[in-house]
């Protein structure tokens, strides 16, 4: 049976309802700790970068094992899993897919054994742009074997390709050639590696245990598994841990361009960036927005939970009560069981209920983080009106997104943008709001307090800072379609086998291991 995969997704939301986050990464190196459960736990706090997939790589010193299967972390794995994955190293992803369908061959980490004996396993958080020309360039080899399409798996083939070299070294060839976002980590029978591209779009950041490093996308990470916050991995930064400590090198000039977006919406509010604490900077733009766009109303909610902060801030700046308006059905996208075509047709209503107490009779700020196809924010006006609004005035945490994203983050084709066929009185009438304003960019950059010229703003103006190939070599399925041939039965997510509760055992080395029938007694396979 499909089951459902902790979102309100196109199978459960047909208005499917924004961004999608893009992976969230895990990595432990500690004799004497249980790695794999302090990885799970890890995932645990990343679990909002991710609900497609999630996977755990471990070694004891002398092999690498990953279980990996589509689903949430608390779905995928449960105690005599996690009890069976012994060792002193650990790397762990949470999946949302931005190249490669989501399928569980494209979970992670990927794992590639060298002709050496060494295997790697990787994991990745962000988007190559340049994937087509390095399999081009690496020829068949590329994705013969473990049947993935995803950049990640390319990274981990061409890391493994290099048996010459130690992991180390094959990294400061590999990790030049690659263009795009990445925060990698990625680990051998006895070394844990971190890598951030040398723009740091997405985060990593790294800690300290009593007994051993953690690095992970977002502090938050650290703190649940009581690690404390050491640095961030630089932008061009490759680290290696073992037991002969922590080595740090460069494979590339430094250029930060940190994504504007992870304020907004993608990070959590108890994380930290360059600095700057996400939930404050929330509140501060949420200020700026009041600054910007004040309107007379008698009660300001935010739309749960990603546009709290903002609407706090939006409260004490124009001094209007802030108050619950929508309570959100938390669990809703965690379920087995999927829900009939009457309750699909329900669409946010699944999602989101109004608090018809509370919004009866009042004129109404709403804050939401962003706008991209604008199916939520018309579906919420429509629904607060039902409930006895006399005004809905919608307030917006970010500038119109009105370009994609190609680092990471699955925002829609730029012909689905709302924003990029109209102007803010179109969309406010296609939302169907009494007034509509947006922060403005430069608001928005300086409650990051970080200069402009250190942040990725290209969904918002255009200006991309990594160099994008022709247009059709890039997107989420190009491996798909590039130098192999695409196979019709390629499954989707939620449709096979492949997504029966824990069938997704694996760890195999470079030549692909069938998958074991879920029926028989599992057997990791080193
Ligand atoms: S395009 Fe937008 S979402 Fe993508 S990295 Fe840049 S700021 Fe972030």
Redesign the pocket.
Known sequence: MPRGDGRLSHDLDPQRPG?QD?CGVFGVWAPGEEVANLTYFGLYALQHRGQEAAGIAVSDGTGVVVYKDLGLVAQVFDEPTLASLRGHVAIGHTRYSTTGASTWENAQPTIRSTASGTTIALAHNGNLVNTAELQRESGERALAGDGATSDTSLVTMLLASRPDLSVEAAALEVLPQLRG?FSFVFMDESTLYAARDQYG??PLVLGRLERGWVVASETAALDIVGASVVREVEPGELIAIDEDGLRSARFAAPEP??????YVY?ARPDATIAGRNVHAARVQIGRQLAREHEVEADLVIPVPESGTPAAIGYAAESGITFGAGLMKNPYVGRTFIQPSQTLRQLGIRLKLNPLRENVRGKRLVVVDDSIVRGNTQRAIVRMLREAGALEVHVRISSPP?A???????D?ATRAELLANGLDNEGIRRSIGADTLGYVSLSGLIAATEQPKSR??????DGE??IELPADSLIGKHVLEGVGRRVTAETPEPHATPFVAAHSGYDAFSSARVPRPDPEEPKNHIR
Do not use: D, Q
């Not at 361009?257 to 992870?262: A, H, R, T, W």
């Open positions: 961004p893009a976002a779009v997405r361009k940190g994504c504007l977006f992870e993608i997104v370009w994609p994203c190609f680092y990471g983050i925002f942040l990725c703003r290209a969904c918002f991309y800072p």
